[in-house]
Protein backbone atom coordinates (compact mmCIF):
# COMPACT_ATOMS: atom_id res chain seq x y z
CA UNK A 1 0.00 0.00 0.00
CA UNK A 2 1.67 3.45 -0.72
CA UNK A 3 0.35 6.97 0.47
CA UNK A 4 0.95 10.21 -0.58
CA UNK A 5 3.57 12.43 1.87
CA UNK A 6 1.56 14.74 4.03
CA UNK A 7 -1.51 12.49 5.07
CA UNK A 8 -1.96 12.56 8.55
CA UNK A 9 -1.87 8.75 8.55
CA UNK A 10 -2.15 6.21 5.60
CA UNK A 11 -4.82 3.94 4.74
CA UNK A 12 -4.78 0.20 5.74
CA UNK A 13 -2.43 -1.57 3.34
CA UNK A 14 -3.85 -3.94 0.88
CA UNK A 15 -2.01 -6.58 0.70
CA UNK A 16 -1.99 -10.28 -0.95
CA UNK A 17 -5.80 -9.87 -1.44
CA UNK A 18 -7.22 -13.48 -1.61
CA UNK A 19 -10.09 -14.63 -3.89
CA UNK A 20 -12.96 -14.95 -2.55
CA UNK A 21 -16.25 -16.15 -3.95
CA UNK A 22 -17.16 -13.06 -5.62
CA UNK A 23 -13.95 -13.56 -7.63
CA UNK A 24 -12.34 -9.89 -6.41
CA UNK A 25 -14.41 -8.42 -3.96
CA UNK A 26 -11.01 -8.19 -1.67
CA UNK A 27 -9.69 -5.63 -4.49
CA UNK A 28 -12.88 -3.33 -4.75
CA UNK A 29 -13.69 -2.48 -1.18
CA UNK A 30 -9.85 -1.00 -0.90
CA UNK A 31 -10.16 0.81 -4.04
CA UNK A 32 -14.22 1.63 -3.52
CA UNK A 33 -12.62 3.48 0.08
CA UNK A 34 -10.37 5.66 -1.98
CA UNK A 35 -7.02 4.22 -0.87
CA UNK A 36 -3.58 5.61 -3.68
CA UNK A 37 -3.11 2.19 -4.64
CA UNK A 38 -3.14 -2.04 -4.96
CA UNK A 39 -0.13 -3.87 -4.29
CA UNK A 40 -0.34 -7.30 -6.16
CA UNK A 41 -3.74 -7.40 -7.41
CA UNK A 42 -3.57 -11.09 -8.57
CA UNK A 43 -7.45 -11.22 -9.11
CA UNK A 44 -9.03 -8.04 -10.68
CA UNK A 45 -11.97 -8.43 -12.57
CA UNK A 46 -13.64 -6.13 -14.99
CA UNK A 47 -15.79 -4.78 -11.96
CA UNK A 48 -12.79 -4.03 -10.20
CA UNK A 49 -10.90 -2.47 -12.75
CA UNK A 50 -13.83 -0.30 -13.43
CA UNK A 51 -13.87 0.68 -10.01
CA UNK A 52 -10.07 1.80 -9.88
CA UNK A 53 -10.56 3.81 -13.38
CA UNK A 54 -13.33 6.06 -11.26
CA UNK A 55 -11.58 6.03 -8.10
CA UNK A 56 -8.01 6.77 -9.95
CA UNK A 57 -6.43 4.08 -8.59
CA UNK A 58 -2.73 2.74 -8.92
CA UNK A 59 -2.00 -0.78 -9.47
CA UNK A 60 2.07 -1.44 -8.28
CA UNK A 61 1.74 -5.67 -9.69
CA UNK A 62 5.02 -6.60 -7.46
CA UNK A 63 5.33 -9.25 -10.98
CA UNK A 64 8.39 -10.49 -9.68
CA UNK A 65 8.33 -11.51 -5.97
CA UNK A 66 5.73 -14.25 -7.47
CA UNK A 67 7.98 -15.38 -10.58
CA UNK A 68 11.11 -15.29 -8.86
CA UNK A 69 9.60 -17.61 -6.00
CA UNK A 70 7.83 -19.74 -7.82
CA UNK A 71 10.98 -20.23 -10.28
CA UNK A 72 14.02 -19.90 -7.96
CA UNK A 73 12.10 -20.41 -4.76
CA UNK A 74 14.05 -24.33 -4.22
CA UNK A 75 17.49 -22.60 -4.36
CA UNK A 76 16.59 -19.80 -1.51
CA UNK A 77 14.97 -23.12 0.72
CA UNK A 78 11.37 -22.39 0.74
CA UNK A 79 9.22 -25.21 1.61
CA UNK A 80 7.47 -26.53 -1.58
CA UNK A 81 4.10 -25.49 -0.51
CA UNK A 82 4.73 -21.72 -1.17
CA UNK A 83 6.49 -22.07 -4.01
CA UNK A 84 3.83 -24.30 -5.52
CA UNK A 85 1.46 -21.50 -4.25
CA UNK A 86 3.08 -18.93 -6.41
CA UNK A 87 3.29 -21.14 -9.57
CA UNK A 88 -0.51 -21.08 -9.19
CA UNK A 89 -1.07 -17.59 -9.32
CA UNK A 90 0.96 -16.81 -11.94
CA UNK A 91 -1.17 -16.69 -14.80
CA UNK A 92 -3.80 -15.14 -12.71
CA UNK A 93 -1.70 -12.45 -12.08
CA UNK A 94 -0.15 -11.87 -15.37
CA UNK A 95 -3.96 -11.86 -16.74
CA UNK A 96 -5.21 -9.14 -13.75
CA UNK A 97 -2.34 -7.19 -14.70
CA UNK A 98 -2.70 -6.88 -18.42
CA UNK A 99 -6.39 -6.33 -18.13
CA UNK A 100 -5.91 -3.08 -15.71
CA UNK A 101 -2.63 -2.03 -18.03
CA UNK A 102 -5.17 -2.03 -20.87
CA UNK A 103 -8.12 -1.06 -19.69
CA UNK A 104 -5.35 2.45 -18.73
CA UNK A 105 -5.50 2.04 -14.82
CA UNK A 106 -1.75 3.42 -14.04
CA UNK A 107 0.82 1.14 -13.40
CA UNK A 108 3.70 1.30 -10.80
CA UNK A 109 6.73 -0.25 -10.46
CA UNK A 110 7.55 -1.36 -6.70
CA UNK A 111 7.99 -4.60 -4.87
CA UNK A 112 7.43 -5.42 -1.47
CA UNK A 113 8.97 -8.50 -1.20
CA UNK A 114 12.70 -9.62 -0.37
CA UNK A 115 12.95 -12.12 -3.54
CA UNK A 116 11.72 -8.91 -5.97
CA UNK A 117 13.14 -6.76 -7.30
CA UNK A 118 12.93 -3.79 -9.87
CA UNK A 119 14.96 -4.69 -12.65
CA UNK A 120 13.33 -8.12 -12.51
CA UNK A 121 9.90 -6.03 -12.18
CA UNK A 122 10.62 -4.29 -15.32
CA UNK A 123 11.69 -6.62 -17.84
CA UNK A 124 8.35 -9.06 -16.89
CA UNK A 125 6.26 -6.35 -17.80
CA UNK A 126 8.03 -5.90 -21.06
CA UNK A 127 7.82 -9.84 -21.36
CA UNK A 128 3.91 -9.43 -20.65
CA UNK A 129 3.51 -6.74 -23.21
CA UNK A 130 4.43 -3.33 -22.13
CA UNK A 131 7.09 -1.65 -24.55
CA UNK A 132 10.18 -0.07 -22.60
CA UNK A 133 9.20 2.70 -22.99
CA UNK A 134 6.09 2.13 -21.14
CA UNK A 135 7.90 0.41 -18.39
CA UNK A 136 10.54 2.85 -17.58
CA UNK A 137 7.81 5.31 -17.58
CA UNK A 138 6.05 3.28 -14.63
CA UNK A 139 9.17 3.20 -13.17
CA UNK A 140 9.74 7.17 -12.44
CA UNK A 141 6.82 9.26 -13.69
CA UNK A 142 4.06 7.28 -12.79
CA UNK A 143 5.77 6.25 -9.45
CA UNK A 144 5.85 9.80 -8.83
CA UNK A 145 2.58 10.43 -9.60
CA UNK A 146 1.65 8.51 -6.95
CA UNK A 147 3.91 10.00 -4.40
CA UNK A 148 2.80 13.20 -5.11
CA UNK A 149 6.71 14.04 -6.19
CA UNK A 150 6.11 14.87 -9.83
CA UNK A 151 7.10 17.99 -9.85
CA UNK A 152 10.62 17.30 -8.29
CA UNK A 153 11.12 14.07 -9.85
CA UNK A 154 10.56 11.52 -12.44
CA UNK A 155 11.85 13.36 -15.78
CA UNK A 156 14.47 14.51 -16.75
CA UNK A 157 13.79 18.43 -17.60
CA UNK A 158 15.05 21.14 -16.42
CA UNK A 159 13.79 22.45 -12.59
CA UNK A 160 13.71 18.81 -11.20
CA UNK A 161 16.54 16.79 -9.43
CA UNK A 162 19.06 15.03 -11.16
CA UNK A 163 18.40 11.62 -10.01
CA UNK A 164 20.01 9.62 -12.43
CA UNK A 165 21.24 6.41 -13.67
CA UNK A 166 23.62 5.91 -16.22
CA UNK A 167 23.81 2.60 -18.30
CA UNK A 168 25.88 0.80 -20.30
CA UNK A 169 22.97 -0.16 -23.05
CA UNK A 170 19.68 1.44 -24.35
CA UNK A 171 16.99 0.45 -22.51
CA UNK A 172 14.84 1.75 -24.89
CA UNK A 173 16.26 -1.52 -27.36
CA UNK A 174 16.55 -3.71 -24.35
CA UNK A 175 14.84 -3.39 -21.32
CA UNK A 176 17.45 -5.19 -19.51
CA UNK A 177 19.92 -2.58 -19.95
CA UNK A 178 19.41 -1.52 -16.47
CA UNK A 179 21.06 -4.52 -15.21
CA UNK A 180 24.42 -2.76 -16.94
CA UNK A 181 24.84 0.14 -14.20
CA UNK A 182 27.73 2.43 -14.91
CA UNK A 183 27.29 5.57 -12.56
CA UNK A 184 24.44 7.01 -10.17
CA UNK A 185 23.56 10.45 -9.57
CA UNK A 186 21.79 11.78 -6.93
CA UNK A 187 20.62 15.83 -6.28
CA UNK A 188 23.28 15.59 -9.17
CA UNK A 189 26.09 14.51 -7.16
CA UNK A 190 27.39 11.02 -8.05
CA UNK A 191 27.69 8.26 -5.30
CA UNK A 192 29.54 5.45 -4.94
CA UNK A 193 28.13 1.70 -6.07
CA UNK A 194 28.84 -1.22 -3.89
CA UNK A 195 31.06 -3.92 -5.17
CA UNK A 196 30.03 -6.57 -7.91
CA UNK A 197 26.84 -4.35 -8.21
CA UNK A 198 27.76 -3.34 -11.70
CA UNK A 199 26.64 -5.65 -14.64
CA UNK A 200 26.44 -8.75 -12.24
CA UNK A 201 22.68 -9.57 -11.97
CA UNK A 202 20.90 -11.67 -14.51
CA UNK A 203 17.64 -11.13 -16.65
CA UNK A 204 14.68 -12.86 -16.63
CA UNK A 205 15.04 -13.34 -20.57
CA UNK A 206 18.37 -15.16 -20.15
CA UNK A 207 16.63 -17.22 -17.27
CA UNK A 208 13.80 -17.99 -20.11
CA UNK A 209 16.03 -18.56 -22.69
CA UNK A 210 18.50 -21.21 -20.99
CA UNK A 211 16.82 -22.92 -18.25
CA UNK A 212 19.82 -25.15 -17.81
CA UNK A 213 22.20 -22.44 -17.25
CA UNK A 214 19.84 -21.09 -14.86
CA UNK A 215 19.38 -24.26 -13.19
CA UNK A 216 23.10 -24.90 -13.31
CA UNK A 217 24.20 -21.57 -11.89
CA UNK A 218 21.65 -21.99 -8.90
CA UNK A 219 23.22 -25.15 -8.49
CA UNK A 220 26.70 -23.91 -7.88
CA UNK A 221 25.27 -21.19 -5.35
CA UNK A 222 23.86 -24.10 -3.36
CA UNK A 223 26.74 -26.67 -3.47
CA UNK A 224 29.23 -23.10 -2.16
CA UNK A 225 26.54 -22.24 0.63
CA UNK A 226 25.31 -26.10 1.53
CA UNK A 227 27.87 -28.75 0.32
CA UNK A 228 27.09 -31.90 -0.88
CA UNK A 229 27.55 -31.92 -4.58
CA UNK A 230 26.74 -30.22 -7.65
CA UNK A 231 24.85 -33.02 -9.16
CA UNK A 232 22.52 -33.50 -5.95
CA UNK A 233 21.62 -29.22 -6.45
CA UNK A 234 20.99 -29.43 -10.13
CA UNK A 235 18.49 -31.91 -10.09
CA UNK A 236 16.59 -30.01 -7.01
CA UNK A 237 16.76 -31.91 -4.42
CA UNK A 238 16.16 -30.61 -1.12
CA UNK A 239 14.86 -31.50 2.16
CA UNK A 240 13.43 -30.95 5.88
CA UNK A 241 15.79 -31.67 8.78
CA UNK A 242 16.01 -35.75 9.56
CA UNK A 243 14.62 -37.05 13.21
CA UNK A 244 14.26 -40.21 14.33
CA UNK A 245 15.11 -42.60 12.10
CA UNK A 246 13.10 -41.15 9.48
CA UNK A 247 13.85 -38.11 6.58
CA UNK A 248 12.13 -37.16 3.82
CA UNK A 249 13.39 -35.52 0.70
CA UNK A 250 12.28 -33.64 -2.39
CA UNK A 251 12.77 -33.84 -5.93
CA UNK A 252 12.22 -30.84 -8.34
CA UNK A 253 12.36 -32.97 -11.28
CA UNK A 254 13.68 -32.40 -14.93
CA UNK A 255 14.33 -29.25 -16.30
CA UNK A 256 11.48 -27.69 -18.17
CA UNK A 257 11.27 -27.43 -21.62
CA UNK A 258 14.53 -29.29 -22.25
CA UNK A 259 14.46 -32.86 -23.08
CA UNK A 260 12.46 -35.53 -21.65
CA UNK A 261 10.00 -34.35 -18.97
CA UNK A 262 9.97 -37.58 -16.98
CA UNK A 263 12.52 -38.22 -14.58
CA UNK A 264 15.40 -40.54 -15.13
CA UNK A 265 15.90 -43.18 -13.39
CA UNK A 266 19.69 -41.38 -12.58
CA UNK A 267 17.63 -38.58 -10.43
CA UNK A 268 15.16 -41.18 -9.14
CA UNK A 269 18.10 -43.48 -7.15
CA UNK A 270 19.85 -40.44 -6.59
CA UNK A 271 17.18 -39.27 -4.23
CA UNK A 272 16.08 -42.55 -2.79
CA UNK A 273 20.03 -43.00 -1.83
CA UNK A 274 20.31 -39.59 -0.14
CA UNK A 275 16.82 -40.20 1.81
CA UNK A 276 18.17 -43.43 3.13
CA UNK A 277 21.13 -42.14 4.03
CA UNK A 278 19.99 -39.27 5.85
CA UNK A 279 17.38 -41.32 7.55
CA UNK A 280 20.07 -44.09 8.96
CA UNK A 281 22.85 -41.08 10.00
CA UNK A 282 20.08 -39.83 12.60
CA UNK A 283 20.82 -43.10 14.18
CA UNK A 284 24.57 -42.72 14.36
CA UNK A 285 26.73 -39.94 15.86
CA UNK A 286 26.67 -36.46 14.71
CA UNK A 287 28.78 -35.85 11.20
CA UNK A 288 29.15 -39.45 10.41
CA UNK A 289 30.50 -40.26 6.89
CA UNK A 290 28.07 -42.81 5.28
CA UNK A 291 29.33 -45.81 2.53
CA UNK A 292 26.06 -47.32 0.14
CA UNK A 293 27.28 -51.05 0.38
CA UNK A 294 24.01 -51.94 -1.58
CA UNK A 295 21.69 -49.86 -3.27
CA UNK A 296 18.53 -51.84 -4.81
CA UNK A 297 15.22 -49.62 -6.23
CA UNK A 298 12.22 -51.03 -7.63
CA UNK A 299 11.36 -48.01 -11.04
CA UNK A 300 8.24 -47.67 -11.82
CA UNK A 301 6.84 -49.52 -15.33
CA UNK A 302 6.18 -45.61 -17.13
CA UNK A 303 7.23 -42.42 -17.05
CA UNK A 304 6.53 -40.14 -13.61
CA UNK A 305 6.85 -36.78 -13.61
CA UNK A 306 8.48 -34.60 -10.77
CA UNK A 307 7.93 -32.97 -8.30
CA UNK A 308 8.71 -36.13 -6.24
CA UNK A 309 9.29 -37.25 -2.41
CA UNK A 310 11.30 -39.63 -1.40
CA UNK A 311 10.03 -40.72 2.35
CA UNK A 312 12.73 -42.81 4.24
CA UNK A 313 12.66 -45.15 7.71
CA UNK A 314 15.11 -47.00 9.19
CA UNK A 315 15.46 -50.57 9.12
CA UNK A 316 18.25 -51.34 11.51
CA UNK A 317 21.66 -49.46 13.02
CA UNK A 318 24.10 -51.86 14.71
CA UNK A 319 27.73 -51.57 14.46
CA UNK A 320 28.52 -48.80 12.20
CA UNK A 321 25.80 -50.53 9.93
CA UNK A 322 22.28 -49.46 8.87
CA UNK A 323 19.67 -50.52 6.40
CA UNK A 324 16.64 -48.20 5.65
CA UNK A 325 13.16 -48.54 3.13
CA UNK A 326 12.16 -45.57 0.76
CA UNK A 327 9.11 -44.67 -1.08
CA UNK A 328 8.94 -42.73 -3.77
CA UNK A 329 5.74 -40.60 -3.91
CA UNK A 330 4.45 -38.44 -6.67
CA UNK A 331 1.15 -36.51 -5.89
CA UNK A 332 1.32 -38.45 -2.96
CA UNK A 333 1.01 -42.24 -4.87
CA UNK A 334 3.66 -44.21 -4.45
CA UNK A 335 5.67 -44.74 -7.82
CA UNK A 336 9.22 -46.41 -6.83
CA UNK A 337 10.55 -47.95 -3.77
CA UNK A 338 14.18 -48.55 -2.84
CA UNK A 339 16.20 -50.32 -0.17
CA UNK A 340 19.87 -49.31 1.13
CA UNK A 341 22.46 -50.78 2.77
CA UNK A 342 24.98 -47.66 4.69
CA UNK A 343 28.49 -48.41 6.75
CA UNK A 344 29.90 -45.75 8.46
CA UNK A 345 33.32 -44.30 7.20
CA UNK A 346 36.08 -42.99 9.13
CA UNK A 347 36.11 -38.61 7.92
CA UNK A 348 39.41 -38.14 5.60
CA UNK A 349 42.40 -37.29 7.96
CA UNK A 350 42.21 -33.87 9.37
CA UNK A 351 38.98 -33.09 8.04
CA UNK A 352 35.86 -32.22 9.54
CA UNK A 353 32.72 -32.95 7.85
CA UNK A 354 30.19 -30.30 7.12
CA UNK A 355 26.45 -31.20 7.51
CA UNK A 356 24.49 -32.08 5.00
CA UNK A 357 22.07 -29.10 3.25
CA UNK A 358 18.97 -30.90 5.20
CA UNK A 359 20.78 -31.16 8.32
CA UNK A 360 21.23 -27.10 9.39
CA UNK A 361 19.13 -26.06 11.85
CA UNK A 362 19.07 -22.78 10.11
CA UNK A 363 18.21 -21.50 7.10
CA UNK A 364 21.52 -20.66 5.04
CA UNK A 365 21.88 -17.60 2.69
CA UNK A 366 22.36 -18.55 -0.86
CA UNK A 367 23.70 -16.60 -3.85
CA UNK A 368 23.53 -17.11 -7.21
CA UNK A 369 26.68 -16.42 -9.27
CA UNK A 370 27.35 -15.03 -12.73
CA UNK A 371 29.44 -16.95 -15.28
CA UNK A 372 31.69 -14.60 -15.04
CA UNK A 373 32.44 -15.60 -10.71
CA UNK A 374 32.47 -18.87 -11.45
CA UNK A 375 36.08 -20.56 -10.65
CA UNK A 376 37.58 -23.06 -13.31
CA UNK A 377 35.89 -26.37 -11.33
CA UNK A 378 32.70 -24.74 -11.34
CA UNK A 379 32.83 -23.51 -15.08
CA UNK A 380 33.55 -27.11 -16.01
CA UNK A 381 30.47 -28.40 -14.32
CA UNK A 382 27.96 -25.26 -15.51
CA UNK A 383 29.78 -26.19 -18.48
CA UNK A 384 29.11 -29.79 -18.47
CA UNK A 385 25.46 -28.88 -17.51
CA UNK A 386 25.01 -27.29 -20.64
CA UNK A 387 26.23 -29.87 -22.89
CA UNK A 388 23.81 -32.32 -21.19
CA UNK A 389 21.11 -29.78 -21.73
CA UNK A 390 21.94 -30.03 -25.38
CA UNK A 391 22.18 -33.49 -25.84
CA UNK A 392 18.93 -34.02 -24.16
CA UNK A 393 17.22 -31.25 -26.61
CA UNK A 394 18.59 -33.35 -29.25
CA UNK A 395 17.91 -36.78 -28.31
CA UNK A 396 14.57 -36.34 -26.22
CA UNK A 397 16.33 -37.51 -23.40
CA UNK A 398 16.14 -35.95 -19.50
CA UNK A 399 19.24 -33.79 -18.84
CA UNK A 400 19.71 -35.56 -15.61
CA UNK A 401 20.51 -38.60 -17.34
CA UNK A 402 23.06 -36.71 -19.94
CA UNK A 403 24.61 -35.29 -17.15
CA UNK A 404 26.07 -39.10 -16.73
CA UNK A 405 27.11 -39.40 -20.57
CA UNK A 406 30.45 -41.41 -21.30
CA UNK A 407 32.41 -41.73 -24.29
CA UNK A 408 31.45 -44.82 -25.49
CA UNK A 409 33.79 -47.61 -26.75
CA UNK A 410 33.35 -51.34 -28.12
CA UNK A 411 35.69 -53.95 -25.46
CA UNK A 412 35.98 -57.12 -25.16
CA UNK A 413 33.20 -57.72 -22.20
CA UNK A 414 31.08 -55.66 -24.16
CA UNK A 415 30.48 -52.09 -24.13
CA UNK A 416 32.86 -49.45 -21.68
CA UNK A 417 33.33 -45.61 -21.77
CA UNK A 418 35.31 -42.95 -19.86
CA UNK A 419 34.22 -39.95 -18.18
CA UNK A 420 36.93 -37.28 -19.19
CA UNK A 421 36.53 -34.66 -16.39
CA UNK A 422 36.15 -34.53 -12.69
CA UNK A 423 33.08 -31.84 -13.23
CA UNK A 424 31.25 -33.26 -9.90
CA UNK A 425 32.98 -31.36 -7.75
CA UNK A 426 31.79 -27.98 -7.79
CA UNK A 427 31.90 -25.58 -5.46
CA UNK A 428 33.82 -26.12 -1.99
CA UNK A 429 32.74 -29.03 -0.60
CA UNK A 430 34.99 -31.45 -2.25
CA UNK A 431 32.10 -34.34 -2.08
CA UNK A 432 31.61 -36.81 -5.09
CA UNK A 433 28.32 -38.32 -6.40
CA UNK A 434 26.11 -40.13 -4.13
CA UNK A 435 25.32 -43.60 -4.75
CA UNK A 436 22.44 -43.14 -6.32
CA UNK A 437 24.41 -41.40 -9.06
CA UNK A 438 26.96 -44.14 -9.56
CA UNK A 439 24.06 -46.88 -9.29
CA UNK A 440 22.75 -44.46 -12.95
CA UNK A 441 25.77 -45.14 -14.23
CA UNK A 442 26.29 -48.12 -14.05
CA UNK A 443 22.47 -48.57 -15.18
CA UNK A 444 23.18 -46.32 -18.11
CA UNK A 445 26.16 -48.82 -19.12
CA UNK A 446 24.05 -51.80 -18.87
CA UNK A 447 21.29 -50.67 -20.69
CA UNK A 448 24.12 -49.69 -23.47
CA UNK A 449 25.10 -53.13 -23.68
CA UNK A 450 21.52 -54.06 -24.67
CA UNK A 451 21.17 -51.19 -26.80
CA UNK A 452 18.28 -49.65 -25.41
CA UNK A 453 19.78 -46.70 -24.15
CA UNK A 454 15.86 -45.84 -23.03
CA UNK A 455 14.53 -48.65 -21.63
CA UNK A 456 11.65 -49.17 -18.95
CA UNK A 457 13.24 -50.87 -16.20
CA UNK A 458 10.70 -53.47 -13.61
CA UNK A 459 13.71 -53.55 -11.36
CA UNK A 460 17.49 -52.51 -10.56
CA UNK A 461 20.17 -53.44 -7.99
CA UNK A 462 23.47 -52.29 -8.04
CA UNK A 463 25.92 -52.62 -4.84
CA UNK A 464 28.38 -49.59 -5.04
CA UNK A 465 30.43 -47.87 -3.32
CA UNK A 466 29.89 -43.25 -3.29
CA UNK A 467 33.19 -42.63 -1.26
CA UNK A 468 35.26 -42.92 -4.97
CA UNK A 469 36.03 -39.97 -7.08
CA UNK A 470 34.66 -39.61 -10.75
CA UNK A 471 37.88 -38.43 -12.73
CA UNK A 472 38.73 -40.36 -15.34
CA UNK A 473 36.09 -43.26 -13.97
CA UNK A 474 34.82 -45.89 -16.66
CA UNK A 475 31.86 -48.07 -17.08
CA UNK A 476 31.50 -51.05 -18.54
CA UNK A 477 27.93 -53.55 -19.46
CA UNK A 478 27.58 -57.29 -20.33
CA UNK A 479 24.64 -58.78 -21.69
CA UNK A 480 23.38 -61.80 -19.59
CA UNK A 481 20.59 -63.57 -20.54
CA UNK A 482 18.34 -61.88 -22.41
CA UNK A 483 14.26 -63.44 -23.08
CA UNK A 484 11.33 -61.53 -25.19
CA UNK A 485 10.67 -58.95 -22.50
CA UNK A 486 13.32 -58.99 -20.02
CA UNK A 487 16.95 -59.29 -20.18
CA UNK A 488 19.68 -59.55 -17.00
CA UNK A 489 22.48 -57.38 -17.53
CA UNK A 490 25.72 -57.03 -15.20
CA UNK A 491 27.64 -53.75 -15.06
CA UNK A 492 30.83 -52.92 -13.44
CA UNK A 493 32.79 -49.17 -12.39
CA UNK A 494 36.51 -48.25 -12.32
CA UNK A 495 38.06 -45.61 -11.15
CA UNK A 496 41.47 -45.61 -12.56
CA UNK A 497 41.49 -49.30 -13.11
CA UNK A 498 40.40 -50.21 -9.55
CA UNK A 499 36.77 -51.50 -9.34
CA UNK A 500 34.54 -49.45 -7.20
CA UNK A 501 30.72 -50.89 -7.68
CA UNK A 502 29.15 -53.76 -9.76
CA UNK A 503 25.69 -54.30 -10.47
CA UNK A 504 23.15 -56.39 -11.80
CA UNK A 505 19.86 -54.97 -13.47
CA UNK A 506 16.82 -56.62 -14.70
CA UNK A 507 15.73 -54.56 -17.58
CA UNK A 508 11.91 -55.07 -19.34
CA UNK A 509 12.82 -54.31 -23.06
Known amino acids: MSYRPGQKSPPTPVDALP?????????????????????????????????????????????????????????????????????????????????????????????????????AELELMVRYGLSPLEALR?????????????????????????????????????????????????????????????????????????????????????????????????????????????AQLRLDGEVPTVGAEAVSPVALATVADLALGAAVRTRMKPGVRLGTVTLSVHHPPGAV????????????????????????????????????????????PGAELPALPWEHAEQLAIGVPSPAELDDAEARAVAAARDAGARARARGTAVSQEMLAFAWRDAAEGRAARHPADWARAGKSGRPHPGGALYGAALLAAAEALGVPRSDARRRSLPVSPTSGWRDARRGGRGGRRGRSVAFVHARLAVDDTLVGSGSFAIRL
Open 138 to 246: AATLTNARLLDLADDIGQVVAGMRADLVLLGGDPLADVSAIRDVRAVFLGGERVPLEPGLMGQARSVESMMSDPVLERALVAVGRTRALGLHFYGHFIGISGERPSDGR
Open 19 to 119: RTQAGSSAPRTPSGAGVASIEHGLYLDDEAIELMLRRGTFLVPTLSGYYLLATEGHSWGHERSAIEKSRAVLEDHRASFLGAWQAGVPICVGTDQKHGNVT
Open 305 to 348: VGPLDAAATVHQVADGHGTAHCSILAAGDTVAQAQGWFAALPPP
